[in-house]
């Protein structure tokens, strides 16, 4: 997939979000920026509590009411951090379609799968009858590859994997020209993790939806995405395409998630990890947030937060390549 | 999809073998089979009765006979006849009582527990303020400024329960409202109503027929209790909980059976309502039986 090219459908720009506390706001996202192109699929990466998640529940503002956004999120062009709960509803499943990370929980147990989908496609298409929505439904359920006559049973009667083929039809039954996908194969078995994985990516050649993949599996993301962001503490720490990151990462924290990534070697025991624990999102440190657990850290790591370098076509945000750039 | 398709015998047929089927179900069995029998003689108690009710038919204090199954009261009015159109006010005002707590419980209960925030607060507050009332004085202390009546006595009885309905509900929406598929819902564009009344409420709704069903024992005998002192219904209507009281006077005379059939009467109702929840309860939802 090339760079640069086709429309954006989404872009985030300074995009912050905010939760609310009893006392303060946890900076879960704070400040990013990132654009998706119309095709194309995005790994989003980081360890638990970097604001992935958030980010991916910020598109579709699903997050608690008192929630904060700050900067612009364009969906479609059309900024979305000021709308509100009855706007946002058309913007859902029509233009942003989700999926979410646990299909054993994700679908109402009480309802049959014909059901879940007339339900959605109503709300977008009042007026619709049950037959015209079976129908659809039957055409979408053979693309995920379900056989249509099981509509008439209840998610309960599923097993996982099919359960998130049908999460991954409900979430394209609309046609969305958007598709989060917050951690759709953590809770599978690895082969159906690659047959999920690669039904998606058909789907998106097919529909040529554009992709937002948050994992915490830098083999997902390597296997689907074009180009990966990887996200700690809140900020996006390096933005590339997947070949770059994957084999000439520049940001030391990039460097160490490649080295964490476990292996099948039965010789090589050793677990490698990132020692230490990321920084509390209340109070973020004024410098690098990374600074405490970096292995290359310098003096100014500490006083003053890196700026976005653009380099071999992504960015990085750290001062190890600033060079010369003289901020100090 | 032919095979899908069965006769509505069948399927009732499968319905009532899962419904009966297992040791709680014969109890489930039993306990409907009582509260069928109580409709019954509601229903078709004119014609079930031996004589009218409140027409004094015999002597005072006739103790059971040929002619008086149940014996005579001190007005010499037939005590079997009373204690079958009694059934009738019973049921009609635990069944009122408990759908009023019902339909005003659970409605509150789904918005407290959806919207959540100040007006959760005030509403717990109001309904745990009412919680804390022992039921039977609560009910006396709102049918005393009610007065009589099937309606009154409906209502004060819906006041005791309504609370019960609250809280259950409120705290099964609080649970059920962060599970992953109304999340997904929301995802998918559905409205704030829609949520709430096609995902929420009916993955609430077991456990609330169970205490509706628990509720109806409770609610007959509160209305029995007062009745008996005089709360109730205004006489001569046949009453369970007033006969009770009016036999009460004559024990010392040895009448035992004014108020041994009455008494009866209710215990069996109570009874039924208690063994039909009970089996109930675990059908629908087995993890209540380790809760208890």
């Known amino acids: 997939m090339a760079k640069n090219e086709g429309e954006a459908v989404l872009r985030a720009e300074n995009l912050k979000i905010h939760y609310k506390t009893k006392k303060s706001y946890v900076k879960a996202v704070d400040g990013i920026d990132l654009t998706l192109r119309k095709g194309e699929t995005i790994g989003i990466v980081g360890e638990s509590g970097c604001g992935k998640s958030t980010f991916g529940q910020g598109i579709l503002k699903l997050l608690p009411q008192k929630t904060k956004y700050y900067g612009k999120l364009l969906v479609r062009d059309v900024d979305v951090t000021p709308l509100r709960e009855n706007d946002m509803r058309k913007v859902r499943g029509k233009v942003v379609g989700m999926i979410f990370q646990d299909p054993m929980t994700s679908l109402n147990p009480i309802t049959k799968v014909e059901k879940l989908f007339y339900e959605t496609l109503e709300e977008h298409n009042p007026g619709i009858s049950f037959n015209e929505s079976r129908e659809v439904t039957a055409q979408i359920l053979q693309k995920v590859g379900i056989e249509p006559r099981r509509m008439r049973e209840y998610p309960f009667q599923f097993s996982g994997g099919m359960r998130q083929r049908v999460m991954i039809a409900l979430a394209l039954v609309l046609n969305p020209d958007i598709i989060v996908a917050d951690e759709p194969t953590t809770s599978l078995d690895v082969i159906v993790q690659a047959q999920i994985l690669n039904l998606l990516d058909e789907l998106r050649q097919s529909y040529n939806a554009s992709i937002i993949l948050i994992t915490h599996d830098l083999g997902v993301v390597a296997e689907m995405a074009d180009r990966i962001a990887v996200m700690y503490a809140g900020h996006i720490v390096e933005q590339n395409e997947k070949e770059k990151i994957y084999y000439e990462p520049k940001h030391p924290y990039t460097k160490l998630l490649l080295k964490s990534i476990p292996n099948t070697n039965p010789k090589d025991l050793e677990l490698t990890f990132i020692p230490g624990s990321p920084p509390s999102l209340v109070n973020p440190p004024i410098g690098c947030r990374f600074a405490s657990r970096c292995p290359y850290k310098m003096s100014i790591c500490d006083e003053k937060e890196p700026p976005v370098v653009e380099i071999d076509g992504g960015m990085v945000k750290c001062w190890l390549y600033t060079q010369g750039s003289d901020n100090q | ?292």
């Open chain 2, 1 to 292: 999809m032919a095979r899908d398709k069965k006769f509505v015998s069948e399927r009732i047929g499968d319905f009532a073998r899962d419904l009966f089927g297992s040791g709680t179900g014969r109890l489930t069995l039993i306990g409907s089979f009582i509260l069928i029998f109580y409709v019954i003689l509601a229903v078709f108690a004119p014609y079930i009765a031996p004589y009218d009710p409140i027409e004094r038919v015999g002597l005072s204090l006739e103790p059971p006979s040929k002619d008086f199954w149940f014996g005579t009261d001190n007005l010499g009015r037939d005590i079997l006849s009373r204690v079958i159109y009694g059934s009738r006010i019973a049921l009609s005002i635990s069944f009122l009582g408990v759908a009023v707590a019902f339909i005003i419980g659970v409605p509150l209960g789904l918005i407290s527990g959806y919207v959540g925030g100040w007006l959760d607060r005030v509403l717990t507050l109001i309904m745990d303020a009412m919680y804390v009332f022992p039921g039977l004085i609560l009910a006396i202390a709102v049918a005393a400024v009610l007065g009589p009546g099937i309606v009154n006595i409906s209502i004060s009885i819906a006041v005791v329960y309504t609370p019960t309905y609250f809280r259950v509900i409120r705290n099964q929406v609080a649970a059920v409202k962060d599970e992953m598929y109304v999340e997904a819902a929301r995802a998918l564009g559905a409205k704030r109503w829609e949520i709430i009344l096609k995902y929420i409420f009916p993955n609430v709704l077991p456990s609330v027929v169970v205490v509706l069903s628990m509720n109806l024992a409770d609610a007959l005998m509160t209305e029995a209790g007062l009745s008996f002192l005089g709360l109730g219904i205004a006489p001569p209507t046949p009453d369970w909980g007033f006969d009770l009281n009016s036999g009460q006077r004559f024990v010392l005379s040895r009448a035992w059976w004014g108020i041994v059939f009455p008494g009866l009467a209710i215990v069996f109702a109570a009874l039924g309502f208690s063994i039909f929840s009970e089996g109930i309860n675990e059908l629908l939802n087995p993890t209540i039986r380790e809760r208890r």
